[in-house]
C-alpha cells in the first residue's frame, strides 16, 4: 500500500509530465495549424485537441482521484481547501435562487460577450486565430473543444493539481497559485495578452470554485467563456463561410 502523501507525489509528478507532453512543439503546431486551409486537415487537427485534451487533462483527474480513494472531491470540496474557501465570500445556496442566478448571469455575459464582439471588429485577447472556425463543419469542433475546456481544464486546474499540492504541502493556497501560473503558461501560444486573459479567468474560476464549493460552476462559466470566443462570436462577425 502506498502512502498517501507518496502517491500524491507520483500522481503529481505524472501530471505535470502529461503537460509538458502536452506543450512540447505545441507552439510550434499551433503556427503551422493557423496556415492551414484545408478542411479536412484542419478537422483532423481539431480531432487531435480533443483526444490529447482528455488524454492529458481529464483522464489523471479519474484515475488519481480513484487511486486516491478521493472520488467524492468531484462533487463535494476537500476538506484541504477549507481555509482557502474560508477567505472568500461565501455564496449561499438558498434552494437554488443562487444556482439559477448564476446561470443567468453566465447566459447574460455570453449575450454581452456577443454584442461586444460585434462591436470589437476582429480585435480579440490573445491569439485564437486557428482556433476559430473557418466553415460550418468546424463549428461542432469549436463546440466541443469549448465544452472539453471547460470540464477537463476545471478538473485538472482548479481541483487536481491543488489537491495534489495540498496533500504535500498542508497549504491549500499553493497548489491554487502554482495551478492559475501552470494554466496562464498553458496557453503561451496565444501571446502575452493571452497569457494574461487565461491567468484572469483562471483567478476568476478558482473563486468561483472557492466561493461555491461547486466544481460545476466553474465548468459551466468556463464552457460559456470559450463558447462566446470560438462559436458565437465568429458567428456574429460571419467568420464562418460556407
Do not use: C
Request: aromatic residues 8%; positive net charge; without cysteine.
Amino acid at each position: 500500500m502506498i502512502p498517501p502523501p507518496l502517491l500524491a507525489a507520483l500522481l503529481l509528478l505524472a501530471a505535470l509530465a502529461g503537460v509538458a507532453w502536452f506543450q512540447k512543439g505545441d507552439l510550434g503546431g499551433y503556427r503551422r495549424f493557423k496556415t492551414r486551409n484545408d478542411g479536412p486537415a484542419r478537422r483532423m487537427r481539431f480531432r487531435l485537441l480533443l483526444a490529447r485534451a482528455a488524454l492529458v487533462f481529464g483522464l489523471p483527474v479519474v484515475v488519481g482521484l480513484v487511486l486516491l480513494d478521493r472520488w467524492q472531491a468531484l462533487v463535494m470540496m476537500p476538506a484541504e481547501f477549507a481555509g482557502a474557501a474560508a477567505a472568500m465570500p461565501a455564496i449561499v445556496d438558498d434552494g437554488g435562487a443562487t444556482r439559477g442566478m448564476l446561470l443567468g448571469g453566465a447566459v447574460g455575459g455570453l449575450i454581452a460577450g456577443a454584442v461586444l464582439a460585434r462591436w470589437r471588429g476582429r480585435r480579440t485577447l490573445g491569439d485564437v486565430s486557428a482556433l476559430l472556425p473557418r466553415e460550418p463543419r468546424e463549428l461542432k469542433y469549436a463546440a466541443a473543444l469549448s465544452v472539453m475546456a471547460g470540464v477537463s481544464e476545471e478538473a485538472f486546474f482548479r481541483l487536481y493539481l491543488p489537491l495534489l499540492i495540498a496533500m504535500l504541502t498542508g497549504q491549500a493556497w499553493i497548489g491554487f497559485a502554482a495551478s492559475l501560473v501552470l494554466f496562464g503558461a498553458m496557453h503561451r501560444y496565444q501571446g502575452w495578452a493571452g497569457i494574461a486573459a487565461t491567468t484572469a479567468l483562471g483567478a476568476v474560476m478558482s473563486g468561483l470554485y472557492l466561493a461555491t464549493g461547486t466544481l460545476w460552476v466553474a465548468m459551466l462559466v468556463h464552457a460559456l467563456v470559450d463558447i462566446n470566443g470560438l462559436v458565437v462570436t465568429p458567428l456574429v462577425r460571419g467568420a464562418v463561410r460556407e
